[in-house]
């Protein structure tokens, strides 16, 4: 395992619910690195085990293991983590996790080769539609880490290793390999970046976090396409509750309503009106 530029470089960015934590279920914990969520699943009242979904910006790993020795113990035991894809803010913290917990890493093999060192992301797309963020994001790192000891094949099942109840499916278009998760009980979909609450382009929105349905961040997505199959194919479960990678958890009929208004609209809504990856008119 070697460090890289996605995992090392701490980038200047930040929202008003850095560093704090909310329960979006019993079980499933939402805890904020800097501009993006990861998310904690596990019951603290009947086990110190559980699972991480995401690992946060660079560096955010010591930070992460803290937020999980408050909720789950002193002797909190870290089971496994699920990948909803490999970009620098949602691999950032994962060395210094997987430096104190040697558990095995799920992911989609489309994203293998951007976490086993062989395979760069495209360059972010500075130039695309949208506001400061978008606009800095030529800063954002997109060299492959080299995680390859613990990576592991999610199952073509649809079962998630320590996660009984839960299944993933493929929703590619900000990535190959991006994946979602969904849990029956609760209707509880954590959707990564296939879409977000928060207009994630625009500085000012993810300061405050102005909760609202969007399409995936703009500069990053690639194929929009296959991102929009993607929100469709989430539509079609009829979540309860959305828990992205950023923005607040959003739940009920205000999510629903943004989340079918998002399908119905969305080469308007989420396609920008240019970038290099925007190949399509409208």
């Known amino acids: 395992m070697e460090r890289s530029s996605s995992t090392d470089n701490v980038l200047p960015v930040t929202s008003l619910k850095d560093g704090s934590g909310r329960e979006v279920m019993r079980d499933v914990f939402c805890f904020t690195t800097q501009i993006v969520n990861v998310y904690f699943i ?6 110190n085990e559980w699972v991480l979904v995401d690992a946060g910006m660079p560096e955010s790993g010591s930070r992460i293991l803290k937020e999980a020795e408050d909720r789950f113990g002193p002797d909190h035991k870290l089971k496994a983590i699920v990948l909803t ?8 913290g994962i060395v210094q996790i997987l430096e104190k917990f040697q558990v095995p890493v799920y992911a989609h093999p ?11 992301y495209p360059e972010p797309d ?3 539609q949208g506001g400061l963020v978008a606009k800095m994001s030529a800063a954002f790192p997109k060299q492959a880490i080299n995680i390859s000891e613990h990576l592991r094949e999610l199952p073509t099942s649809g079962d998630i290793p320590e996660l009984p109840g839960w299944k993933w499916f493929h929703t590619p278009g900000h990535s190959e390999g991006h994946i979602s998760l969904f849990r029956l009980e609760g209707r509880i979909v954590i959707a990564g970046d296939a879409f977000v609450t928060v207009k994630q382009d625009s500085f000012y929105k993810v300061l405050v976090q102005k909760k609202e349905v969007c399409g995936p961040p703009v500069y990053l997505t690639t194929d929009w396409r296959a991102a929009w199959d ?3 194919k989430i539509a079609n479960l009829r979540p309860s509750i959305a828990a992205t990678g950023h923005g607040k958890p959003m739940r009920g009929p205000k999510m629903a309503a943004g989340l079918v208004r998002l399908v119905n609209h969305f080469p308007y809504l989420a ?3 240019y970038g290099k990856f925007v190949d399509n008119p409208k």
Do not use: M, R, T
Not at 42 to 47: E, V
């Open 230 to 232: 993607s929100v469709i």
């Open 42 to 47: 596990g019951n603290p009242a009947f086990s």
């Open 110 to 120: 489309l994203e293998f080769p951007y976490l086993q060192g062989k395979k760069d």
């Open 85 to 92: 894809h490999g970009h620098f803010d949602h691999v950032g």
């Open 271 to 273: 396609v920008p009106d």
């Open 126 to 128: 500075s130039s695309v």
